[in-house]
């Protein structure tokens, strides 16, 4: 039986050689996750400023247009590979926000600003409706719930949980961002994820 890394490492092939039937599985598959890439990372206040479905779209757009820069190794690089693509694309919204000269502490919602679409990729994705591979992810209608958790951290305690189980890093990984030691990066996931639990439960 294949293991999802062989699925991925497989569909990624397929999309390189231009089968759009493998470019609109993938983004069944890793949209989900990606959504929770972006909003992890922003703050209660811009999520009510900006789309996220909207940064989530192009993110995938842009990254399965440019599969022929990817080189694939891993899923773990693969989804690293896409939580950096939605990082820029979430800068890039926030410098839109900026340049357009709202202020995002106002009421402003921001429902003129469509997805910019980029790379090869122009077909019409599909429905999402496959979940992430994350635990903590397992669940879809505790998004907004567990976002209120989250929200409650301190930055450090949010950033290790974004690291460590949205984007995938491996202690050793975090250590060398951080620069921390492997075991002083596992003891901050741990405090992270018991303050996590706590908060959770509160809500």
Same mark, same amino acid.
């Given at each position: 039986?294949?293991?999802?890394?062989? &699925?991925?490492? #497989?569909?990624?092939?397929?999309?390189?050689?231009?089968?759009?039937?493998?470019?609109? =599985?993938? @983004?069944?598959?890793?949209? #989900?996750?990606?959504?929770?890439?972006?909003? /992890?990372?922003?703050? &209660?206040?811009?999520?009510?400023?900006?789309?996220?479905?909207?940064?989530?779209?192009?993110?995938? *757009? =842009?990254?399965?247009?440019?599969?022929?820069?990817?080189?694939?190794?891993?899923?773990?690089?693969?989804?690293?590979?896409?939580? $950096?693509?939605?990082?820029?694309?979430?800068? +890039?919204?926030?410098? $839109?926000? =900026?340049?357009?000269?709202?202020?995002?502490? &106002?009421? *402003?919602?921001?429902?003129?600003?469509?997805?910019?679409? +980029?790379?090869? @990729?122009?077909?019409?994705?599909?429905?999402?409706? *496959?979940?992430?591979?994350? *635990?903590?992810?397992?669940?879809?209608?505790?998004?907004?719930?567990?976002?209120?958790?989250?929200?409650?951290?301190?930055?450090?305690?949010?950033?290790?949980?974004?690291?460590?189980?949205?984007? +995938?890093?491996? @202690?050793? #990984?975090?250590?060398?961002?951080?620069?921390?030691?492997? #075991?002083?990066?596992?003891?901050?996931?741990?405090?992270?994820?018991?303050?996590?639990?706590?908060? /959770?439960?509160?809500?």
């Amino acid at each position: 039986m294949r293991t999802c890394s062989q &699925k991925t490492q #497989e569909l990624v092939a397929l999309a390189k050689a231009g089968d759009p039937s493998a470019l609109n =599985h993938l @983004y069944r598959v890793y949209a #989900e996750r990606v959504r929770w890439m972006v909003r /992890f990372r922003m703050s &209660k206040e811009l999520r009510s400023k900006l789309e996220s479905m909207d940064i989530v779209q192009d993110t995938l *757009v =842009h990254a399965l247009g440019g599969l022929e820069s990817f080189t694939y190794k891993n899923e773990g690089d693969f989804v690293r590979w896409l939580s $950096k693509i939605a990082e820029n694309e979430l800068r +890039g919204n926030l410098r $839109k926000l =900026h340049a357009d000269k709202r202020d995002i502490r &106002k009421d *402003v919602r921001l429902n003129e600003h469509r997805p910019t679409t +980029g790379g090869g @990729y122009t077909g019409i994705p599909a429905p999402v409706d *496959v979940t992430t591979p994350s *635990v903590i992810m397992s669940k879809r209608d505790e998004l907004a719930r567990l976002e209120k958790a989250i929200d409650e951290l301190k930055p450090e305690y949010r950033q290790v949980i974004i690291l460590t189980k949205i984007d +995938g890093l491996s @202690y050793n #990984e975090m250590g060398q961002r951080l620069g921390k030691s492997d #075991e002083a990066v596992r003891k901050l996931v741990s405090r992270a994820m018991a303050e996590l639990t706590v908060a /959770f439960k509160r809500i």
